[in-house]
C-alpha cells in the first residue's frame, strides 16, 4: 500500500513536534506545536523541493545531534520520492522516504516479501503553512531487527527523532509507549513487511 497524501487515515496528531526557522535550535513555546498542521500549503513539486533544499543541511544537523548512528548521512541513502509529499499519518507534513543500502527493494518489494535485517526506512519532514510559515519537523525511523527480536512489532524498530535531535521515543528504548502507536498503523500493510511507500505521483521511476 501506497501512502495517500490527503488521506483520510487518522493523523497522529500528538507525535510530530517541529522548530520554527527564527527558534535557533529551540522548540517554539507554542501550545499548538504537538498538533497535526490544519493549514499545510498547497505546493508543486518544485516549490516543496526548493523549501526542502533551503531546510536539509540544518534538519540533518538537528537530528545528528541524536547521535544515533542508524541514521548518520541518511542524505546519501537512496531517496524514493522526487519530491516532498503530504503525509496525512506523518502531522500533514511534507516528508521524504530515504531508505539504506540493505532496503535497496524496498521500492519493488511485493506482497509477502520482506525487507533484510538491518534495512533501515527514514522519513525527515518539514512543515509548510499556507501562511508561508516553515519549520522543520521531525524524523520517522524503521529498523528491521533480527527475526524474532521483537514479535510484538514483528521484528521493527520505530524511533522518532525530534528537530533538535532529541528523542521522542523508541520502541526499544526511552519513551518506547509514546510511539507504539506507530506500529498499530503499519500493521496495514502487513502484506509489504509492515511498510507503505511513497504515493504514485511522487514515485521516482526504476526504484
Known amino acids: 500500500m501506497i501512502e495517500r497524501p490527503r488521506s483520510k487515515l487518522k493523523t497522529i496528531a500528538f507525535a510530530v513536534l517541529f522548530v520554527p526557522l527564527s527558534a535557533a535550535g529551540a522548540f517554539a513555546e507554542d501550545p499548538d506545536a504537538h498538533l497535526a498542521i490544519e493549514n499545510p500549503a498547497e505546493l508543486s513539486k518544485d516549490e516543496a523541493n526548493a523549501h526542502y533544499r533551503a531546510l536539509s543541511k540544518r534538519m540533518a544537523r538537528g537530528y545528528a545531534t541524536s547521535q544515533l548512528d542508524l541514521i548518520l548521512n541518511y542524505q546519501s541513502w537512496p531517496l524514493f520520492n522526487d519530491a516532498p509529499y503530504i503525509s496525512a499519518t506523518h502531522g500533514q507534513r511534507f516528508v521524504n522516504s530515504y531508505a539504506n543500502r540493505m532496503a ?3 521500492g519493488t518489494l511485493q506482497p509477502g516479501e520482506v525487507l533484510p535485517m538491518g534495512s533501515v526506512l527514514a522519513k525527515d519532514s518539514m512543515t509548510v503553512t499556507d501562511e508561508g510559515k516553515i519549520y522543520p519537523g521531525a524524523m520517522f525511523v524503521m ?5 524474532g527480536a521483537n514479535p510484538e512489532t514483528a521484528d521493527w524498530r520505530y524511533i522518532m527523532v525530534l528537530p533538535d535531535g532529541s528523542l521522542f521515543g523508541d520502541t526499544l528504548g526511552d519513551r ?25 505521483d511522487y514515485q521516482i521511476k526504476g526504484n
Open 104 to 106: 535497496l527493494n524496498y
Open 143 to 147: 529498523e528491521k531487527l533480527a527475526q
Open 176 to 200: 518506547a509507549g509514546a510511539v507504539a502507536y506507530c506500529h498499530d498503523c503499519h500493521v496495514q500493510v502487513a502484506d509489504r513487511d509492515y511498510t507503505f511507500y511513497v504515493p504514485e
